[in-house]
């Protein structure tokens, strides 16, 4: 034999050895996070580890009665060495035994904890998770604004999916002997339905409030009121709340009724997706008719609206006081606008009773809260209220007004005038003042 055959095949022996011998070799420890039916290995048991194969996605690992087995790269976190998985161990020893099972079709695995965050995974009745952690999060409201009972958690599907669900359509529990039954994954998979994923991403707000918004007559305190249709995925519990309803509808799941429409099993509550930004919600109501609402879902954050209007009625006050802040008639006194949004009136002896009482001493706060119909925007600058805080109860003085480059006219509205904030109509006989920029030192 050749001496250059002998070094190939001396060369071939070692590399086969140190395969072997790689094969058999540690490299290092870790914990099992879902238990092993066959042999029976309990989740939060040390391991040691051998193989990490990528090409079949498993951990070779050594189980308890020395032999090797495969467990789902997903379900196993390598720690290193194995003080670092004794370590791991301790901190998960708490949830070791803690799975729980699903009660709601449906039910969100969410990428944070809070019920706004993108949904990973979907839950069928039944099926059953790895609780890893409890951690803070944003609970889901109850119509009566409370929080619901129950806890986010850290999971972890028997696919391998991580995310964070909130408890509250959960049944949690230890497993400490027997087999853990999991659902096949084949029943787990959903027919892809986008319409019924874009109706429950979004936020769905009473259509009167894009109506608000398309007109430009934002009611901020009907804004602040949140009423909306919520369809309650984290806790299959859907909620109307709305000025005349405020109804809750426990439901087992949400199932394809029509064309972009759906059930919500075991209630009445029926929802159509009209278009991609109206959705049509129905339901009994107590006495058994049929009742119709419309939701829409707009284009900006609710926060945001309101926060852009209040800059709006801002700016509207700031060019009054920025033109003033004095304005004085020969008639009806003097008013003196400051820049935090108070007033103070002297000389309006005109107007006392029938306006202002005749305790007032003539202060108050102003409030841009009134809108002016196509009509009479056409003619007036705007619409505000003059609160005066000095009398109990206090009393609202409502006008339009002119703001030009000599002054302020103002004419006083009639209660009557207004509808939904808005001033419709001026009254049969108008008060009518105009007040001059004090332009003295």
Request: aromatic share 12%; glycine share 6%; with cysteine.
């Amino acid at each position: 034999m050749s001496e250059k055959i002998k070094i190939k095949l001396i060369f071939s022996a070692l590399v086969i050895s140190a395969l072997v011998f790689s094969s058999c070799s540690r490299m290092g420890y870790g914990i099992l996070l879902w238990a092993n039916e066959d042999p029976q290995i309990f989740s939060g048991t040390i391991l040691p580890v051998y193989i990490r194969s990528n090409i079949d996605h498993v951990w070779v690992v050594g189980a308890p009665n020395d032999t090797k087995i495969e467990v789902p790269l997903l379900l196993f976190e390598f720690a290193g060495s194995k003080k670092k998985a004794e370590k791991r161990a301790e901190e998960f020893s708490i949830y070791a035994a803690i799975y729980a099972e699903n009660l709601q079709d449906g039910l969100p695995i969410r990428e944070d904890p809070d019920n706004g965050a993108r949904r990973v995974y979907r839950l069928r009745p039944g099926e059953i998770i790895k609780i890893l952690d409890k951690v803070e999060g944003n609970p889901p409201i109850s119509a009566t604004g409370e929080p619901l009972p129950g806890n986010w958690y850290r999971v972890l599907t028997y696919e391998g999916v991580r995310g964070y669900c909130f408890s509250y359509r959960l049944n949690l529990f230890e497993h400490n002997d027997g087999p853990l039954i999991a659902i096949p994954v084949i029943q787990r998979e959903f027919e892809p339905d986008p319409d019924l994923e874009m109706v429950l991403s979004r936020k769905w707000s009473l259509d009167t409030y894009q109506e608000m918004i398309n007109s430009r007559r934002i009611d901020i305190g009907e804004f602040e009121m949140n009423y909306r249709f919520d369809p309650g995925q984290d806790t299959g519990i859907a909620k109307i709340i709305t000025p005349d309803v405020q109804r809750e509808f426990i439901y087992e799941g949400i199932y394809p009724d029509g064309d972009r429409a759906w059930r919500f099993e075991g209630t009445s509550l029926q929802m159509n997706l009209r278009t991609n930004t109206i959705l049509v919600v129905q339901f009994n109501d107590t006495s058994g008719s049929r009742k119709t609402l419309l939701f829409t879902a707009l284009s900006a954050d609710i926060d945001d609206i309101i926060t852009q209007e209040n800059n709006r009625r801002e700016a509207q006050l700031e060019a009054i006081y920025n033109q003033g802040p004095v304005f004085t008639s020969n008639n009806y006194g003097s008013i003196t606008f400051s820049e935090n949004g108070n007033f103070l009136w002297t000389g309006f002896d005109l107007l006392v009773p029938q306006y202002i009482p005749e305790a007032s001493l003539g202060t108050g706060s102003v409030q841009m809260n009134l809108f002016l119909s196509n009509t009479l925007a056409e003619q007036y600058t705007g619409a505000f209220t003059f609160r005066l805080t000095d009398v109990s109860p206090n009393r609202n003085i409502y006008f339009m007004y002119v703001l030009d480059s000599q002054g302020l006219r103002l004419e006083i509205v009639q209660d009557i005038g207004i509808e939904d904030s808005t001033v419709t109509r001026r009254a049969s006989s108008p008060v009518v003042m105009y007040f001059f920029r004090d332009l003295s030192p």
